[in-house]
């Protein structure tokens, strides 16, 4: 499986109930596909994936999957703090025909690397279909050293790392250390997709995709296509969603600018709320700018 390209962090969508919509989920699927992109990337930050259950979780995977139908593949966010856990429920996965899973480093608790190993090698252990590491130190407390990831790459079936550590040095330590690895470094930082792609990464798992898609989409091929400034301007494009997504919680403000923009994802699950009325003005700027 190759892994590349503009792949989607999307959303998950909810009822006015806090019930997973299906039919909202399969119209942003067809979207998100028809405006070009690389992969799906469901159950991650932006998926809400900590306030869903484990059996949420299956039946959301399963729409995803059945309507893709292997258009793209979809990447499935399994991770939690228990190895058992995990490993129970990328299995459940596998099952339902996720091409590949996407496990967040345990969190709360802070493992030592030695323990990341250990949690890493089993859950890969556990089923057939590719792994992709997913680092974010600023909310789980924990960043994947560059030496846990030279020696994770190493296990035929962990293939990538999403990295959203906000660092280009980090993105950079990656993708040296597993240079002689079929090896996938992506990042997970939408202001460092340009930056990342230049140093060797493969490509990004972008959040703004869920609204810009076109535009991020852009970047990678105007960059494999050596048209440097044109991928540049793409690049720049994503600042004036990215300066309005601070103002709120992760993801409601993304959700917001989705259903003003056309696509039902409804609210995110409480404990976060929507985003403050002076905050909407601003969101309505931004989806001007950009024609939506």
Partial sequence: MEVKGIIVAMVTPFDENQKIDFQATKQLVNKLISDGAYGIFILGTNGEFHLLSNQEKIEFAKCVIDEVGKRVPVY???GGNSTANVIALSKSMEQIGADALSVITPYFLVPSQEELLYHYKAVA????????LYNIPKNTGINISVETVAELAKVDNIIGIKDSSGSIDNIEGYIKATKDENFAVLSGSDSLILKALKIGAKGAVAATANLLMKNDVAIYQKF???????????????????????LGTVPSVLKKSLVLSNMPVGLCRLPVQEPKAETIPKIKEMLTYYGL
């Fill in 76 to 78: 499935v966010g399994t």
């Fill in 224 to 246: 494999i296509n050596s048209h440097l400034e044109e991928a540049e301007k793409a690049q720049q494009n994503i600042e004036v969603l990215r300066s309005v997504l601070k």
């Fill in 125 to 132: 252990a556990s089923v057939t279909i590719p792994i992709i």
